[in-house]
């Protein structure tokens, strides 16, 4: 329910408007990622260049979708001062480790192909009663990764058939496959990561104790995980796999990974 304060200042909930307006930050990457597409479509420039820019601010968008998504369904459990803290602006100079949350996915993006989990809301959780609305926090920013590879998938299978350049729908299909594997990483129960973070409310204190203790450290425990090349490999299998399932072609996406690699040219 939304008031004027003295001043003329509006509120809801008493927190400023401001803080739910997208940032000029966000808004800049949302119109870098619509002119980016369309040049890459009508193949103006250097094409390459043009589904660089097309897929990693599609990508920064996503890691700000994803993010404003723990935020927003944190701000309606309880955690009223989320918003004051600027997540639900979507800018991504708000979060708690710009390095890792922006800079990391992007250099993995273009280096390994994966959706590295980015972004870092600092949640009250003391703010937030009850397991089950913990649980529906950290399970926000997966289930809209999930959301976005059935969008992508769809879009390459429907629009795909319907003709148009295909580094346009490499670069679309590149975008599915980060989110496909953004999907899995962040629903694996690591200490630190969404997946985790998910059952750590339901664990015993014992167990919470342990997890806590871990939870620093979920990136470079996730590395390590990756690095194995057996577990790297059962990894990338059920990625493939859940690719197939969905019809994601996985030449499509191959030719966008090597198109955004536009300094190999």
């Known amino acids: 329910m939304g008031y004027d304060r003295p001043g003329g200042e509006r509120l809801v909930l008493g927190v400023p408007k401001a803080a739910f307006r997208p940032s000029p930050v966000f808004l800049g990457l949302v119109a870098l990622f619509a002119v980016s597409g ?18 990693v601010s599609g990508w920064l968008v996503s890691l700000c979708l994803h993010e404003y998504a723990h935020a927003v369904v944190a701000y309606r459990a309880g955690d009223r001062d989320i918003a004051h803290r600027g997540y639900l602006t979507l800018n991504p100079f708000k979060y708690t480790h710009p390095l890792l949350s922006i800079v990391l ?5 273009l280096l390994g192909g994966i ?3 980015g972004g870092a809301v600092w949640v009250d959780r003391h703010a937030i009663p009850g397991r089950l609305r913990h649980t529906l926090v950290s399970l926000a920013g997966p289930a809209t990764n999930v959301l976005f590879t059935l969008l ?5 299978r429907i629009g795909g058939q319907a003709g148009g350049p295909v580094e346009f729908w490499a670069g679309v299909a590149l975008l599915a496959f980060l989110q496909l594997t953004a999907s899995v990483l962040n629903l694996l129960p690591v200490p630190g990561l969404d997946g985790g973070n998910m059952i750590q409310p339901w664990l015993n204190p014992q167990w919470r104790r342990m997890y806590d203790l871990f939870a620093p450290y979920g990136f470079l425990l996730l590395f390590a995980l990756l690095w194995n090349p057996r577990i790297g490999g059962w990894f990338f299998d059920a990625v493939f796999a ?13 030719t966008g990974l090597d198109q955004i690699r536009f300094w190999q040219s």
Do not use: E, K, M, Q
């Open 38 to 55: 369309a040049l890459t479509w009508n193949g103006y420039g250097n094409v390459r260049f043009d589904v660089f820019l097309f897929v």
């Open 115 to 117: 959706g590295l989990p």
């Open 105 to 109: 996915p992007v250099v993995v993006v």
């Open 152 to 156: 992508l998938v769809a879009a390459v």
């Open 242 to 254: 859940i690719g197939d399932v969905l019809g994601l072609p996985s030449w499509l996406y191959a």
